[in-house]
Structures are given as structure tokens and as C-alpha cells.
Nanobody
Framework: QVQLVESGGGSVQAGGSLRLSCTAS????????MGWYRQAPGNECELVST???????YYADSVKGRFTISQDNAKNTVYLQMKSLKPEDTAVYYC??????????????????????WGSGTQVTVSS
């Protein structure tokens, strides 16, 4: 059974930092495309960042220069380091993994929980 478990969310003040973790089990992590999405209150669930099997990364314009995605294959974990957080970063953050026919990528800019593997989300709250 495939499971993705996010952790590391919390409440911080603007300008602060958090590191989200997503630990995978039940599938081969090494070489899998992974991504982070987020859904803010009243907004659509949108792509934040991805890391491909070849190590290439993508960032939404809104987080470029502030967020860094990385992965540790030995730990089956993908990370999202978030710095210089802003109130508009407040959202539930979801980890997503590739599954047949669906890849977390700029071609999939919105969440689609019917495809791929998804965690249950972790809340990030940034206060001004």
C-alpha cells in the first residue's frame, strides 16, 4: 500500500522558515517524480514545486528564490525548505508522487486527487 506522510507544518511569523518533509512507503521512491502542491483558503489547489527523476526542479513564480525542494532517496523522503515566508504562503501543503499516467509537473498545475499518490496534507500558517 502506497503512503505519503507529510510533516513539518506549523505556525510561523512572516519572514520565518519551515521545512516540510514527505516520507513515502510502499513504492520505489528512487527515481520517482515528486511534487508539492498547496491549497490556500478560498483558492484552488496549485502546484508549488517539483523534483524530477533526473534531479531537475521546478518552482512556481510565487515561491521562486524562497523555497527549495530536495530529496533523500535513502530515506524515501522529499523536502520543501521554505524561507522568507509570507502570509500568502498560508495553506495546506500536499505531497504528490508520480503514478501511471500522471506526473506532478508544470503540466499538472492543479491538484487532481484522482491521479497519482497524495499525502493527507500539512497546515502551514504564516502570520503578519
Amino acid at each position: 500500500q502506497v503512503q505519503l506522510v507529510e510533516s513539518g507544518g506549523g505556525s510561523v511569523q512572516a519572514g520565518g522558515s519551515l521545512r516540510l518533509s514527505c516520507t513515502a512507503s510502499g513504492f520505489t521512491f528512487d527515481g520517482s517524480d515528486m511534487g508539492w502542491y498547496r491549497q490556500a483558503p478560498g483558492n484552488e489547489c496549485e502546484l508549488v514545486s517539483t523534483i524530477s527523476s533526473d534531479g531537475s526542479t521546478y518552482y512556481a513564480d510565487s515561491v521562486k528564490g524562497r523555497f527549495t525542494i530536495s530529496q533523500d532517496n535513502a530515506k524515501n523522503t522529499v523536502y520543501l525548505q521554505m524561507k522568507s515566508l509570507k502570509p500568502e504562503d498560508t495553506a495546506v501543503y500536499y505531497c504528490a508522487a508520480v503514478d501511471a499516467g500522471w506526473v506532478p509537473s508544470p503540466s499538472s498545475p492543479l491538484c487532481n486527487f484522482d491521479f497519482g499518490y497524495w499525502g493527507s496534507g500539512t497546515q502551514v500558517t504564516v502570520s503578519s
